[in-house]
């Protein structure tokens, strides 16, 4: 059974840092891909960043790149997501779904992530 934890949110101020946790079941970690999309209120479901375990390729979206950091730990079956210097943007639930195969290049789309957790949420106040 497909089963996404995602854990590490909370309230943080504009400028202060997070790392969210994902603990995943229902994968190998041999040959998967772990995405972190969020979802604010009233917007579309982004893309932010993904990670194949093949070979730990990640990707992640201009709006957070230089600021957000995914890792994975696959003894563990564990994603991490650093996220630093946030900001009010940046505030929305996040969840961490995963597929057999690689990361796509250049986004991610939702529509390849069948599985999908409860998220964590990050508000992000001044």
């Known amino acids: 059974e497909e089963q996404f934890v995602e854990s590490g949110g909370g309230l943080v101020q504009v400028g202060g840092s997070l790392r969210l946790s994902c603990e995943i079941t229902?994968?190998?970690?041999?040959?998967?891909?772990i995405g972190w999309f969020r979802q604010a209120p009233g917007k579309e479901r982004e893309g932010v960043s993904c990670?194949?375990?093949?070979?730990?390729?990640?990707y992640v979206a201009d709006s957070v790149k230089g600021r957000f950091t995914i890792t994975s730990d696959n003894a563990k079956k564990v994603v991490y997501l650093q996220m630093n210097n946030l900001q009010p943007e940046d505030t929305a639930v996040y969840h961490c779904?995963?597929?057999?195969?690689?990361?796509?290049?250049?986004?991610?789309?939702?529509?390849?992530?069948?599985?999908w957790g409860q998220g964590t949420k990050v508000p992000v106040s001044s």
């Open positions: 779904p995963a597929h057999v195969g690689i990361c796509s290049s250049g986004s991610i789309s939702p529509l390849t992530f069948p599985s």
């Open positions: 229902g994968f190998t970690f041999d040959d998967d891909a």
């Open positions: 990670i194949s375990t093949r070979d730990g390729s990640t």
